[in-house]
């Protein structure tokens, strides 16, 4: 079987129609490790929520098509039945489910697209048993299970808690938005295998949004990207990722001044409360 190509072609997106991406173009195919770095308001969040369908993030011009399937006329809930999925960089409690809970519905509902609500989900004997390895493969205690999704959950723990939901959902491709921000250097290595294994076992696509090396010195990127002023400046490979650590931006800057400019305004605009990245 072929493997499944993810396209981003001249992406535009601006929030409070305020343009922050300026014609992304990134290709990732399935089994491929893709880091995407840049400064602090450079767009990298707004990529991945647009990507997902965030109503926030108005799409302007361009395309994104999973395997020739234009994505950016679904629903948040289609893209991850297409595929995509997203690791929040903040992910949201929901008080009163469990995990178990939560990720029997969302496996139905990714595993048998045309489901109604109301219908059949996935077998419990079943789910428990795939759940059960999931959880082991990823070191995981049972009980995790039975807890309330994110509540009262540590940085790390928030962070685990994606990672077994992007094994149980096995999707084509997965962004990992800035998944190593809060966590001490265990939690980022523990995070990290777990996106390896997962990633190794179904052939995920990874795209790793990130400012810093070290989630990099573990889930091991062929491909990395500069996002640059809202757009990518640069593309190489394990190589950017050093220099970036050795010089910062300033070579960047010197390098791409219109995009320097741009990514001045966005950060002016940041600081003065008008955007988030």
């Given at each position: 079987m072929?493997?499944?190509?993810?396209?981003?072609?001249?992406?535009?997106?601006?929030?409070?129609?305020?343009?922050?991406?300026?014609?992304?173009?990134?290709?990732?195919?399935?089994g491929?490790?893709?880091?995407?770095?840049?400064?602090?308001?450079?767009?990298?969040?707004?990529?991945s929520?647009?990507l997902?369908?965030?109503?926030?993030?108005?799409?302007?011009?361009?395309?994104?098509?999973?395997?020739?399937?234009?994505?950016?006329?679904?629903?948040?809930?289609?893209?991850?039945?297409?595929?995509?999925?997203?690791?929040?960089?903040?992910?949201?409690?929901?008080?009163?489910?469990?995990?178990?809970?939560?990720?029997r519905?969302?496996?139905?509902n990714?595993r048998?697209?045309?489901?109604?609500?109301?219908e059949?989900?996935?077998?419990?004997?079943?789910?428990?048993?795939?759940?059960r390895?999931r959880?082991?493969?990823?070191?995981?205690?049972?009980?995790f299970?039975r807890?309330?999704?994110?509540?009262?959950?540590?940085?790390?723990?928030?962070?685990?808690?994606?990672?077994?939901?992007?094994?149980?959902?096995q999707?084509?491709?997965?962004?990992?938005?800035?998944?190593?921000?809060g966590?001490?250097?265990?939690?980022?290595?523990?995070?990290?295998?777990?996106?390896?294994?997962?990633?190794?076992?179904?052939?995920?696509?990874?795209?790793?949004?990130?400012?810093?090396?070290?989630?990099?010195?573990?889930?091991?990127?062929?491909?990395?990207?500069?996002l640059?002023?809202?757009r990518?400046?640069?593309?190489?490979?394990?190589?950017?990722?050093?220099?970036?650590?050795?010089?910062g931006?300033d070579w960047?800057?010197?390098?791409?001044?219109?995009?320097?400019?741009?990514?001045?305004e966005?950060?002016?605009?940041?600081?003065?409360?008008?955007?988030?990245?």
């Amino acid at each position: 079987m072929s493997s499944k190509v993810l396209k981003i072609d001249n992406l535009h997106v601006a929030i409070a129609g305020k343009e922050i991406l300026k014609g992304v173009n990134l290709t990732i195919r399935q089994g491929e490790v893709h880091a995407l770095m840049g400064p602090n308001g450079s767009g990298k969040s707004t990529l991945s929520y647009a990507l997902m369908g965030h109503p926030n993030y108005e799409v302007s011009e361009g395309s994104v098509t999973l395997d020739g399937r234009e994505m950016l006329e679904l629903e948040p809930d289609e893209r991850a039945k297409a595929g995509l999925f997203l690791a929040f960089q903040y992910p949201t409690s929901i008080p009163g489910v469990t995990v178990a809970n939560f990720l029997r519905h969302a496996v139905t509902n990714v595993r048998n697209p045309e489901r109604k609500e109301g219908e059949d989900l996935i077998s419990m004997r079943d789910f428990r048993k795939e759940m059960r390895e999931r959880m082991d493969e990823l070191g995981m205690d049972p009980e995790f299970a039975r807890r309330y999704l994110n509540e009262g959950f540590s940085g790390g723990e928030k962070k685990r808690a994606e990672v077994l939901q992007l094994s149980m959902l096995q999707p084509a491709f997965a962004v990992l938005d800035e998944t190593d921000s809060g966590l001490d250097i265990d939690a980022v290595r523990i995070v990290a295998e777990g996106v390896n294994k997962v990633a190794a076992r179904v052939s995920t696509g990874v795209l790793v949004i990130t400012h810093y090396k070290r989630i990099l010195d573990y889930i091991k990127p062929g491909f990395v990207h500069i996002l640059y002023g809202g757009r990518i400046v640069e593309s190489g490979g394990p190589e950017l990722v050093d220099l970036l650590e050795k010089e910062g931006y300033d070579w960047v800057r010197e390098k791409y001044p219109e995009a320097a400019r741009d990514e001045d305004e966005m950060e002016q605009h940041a600081a003065a409360g008008q955007l988030a990245h």
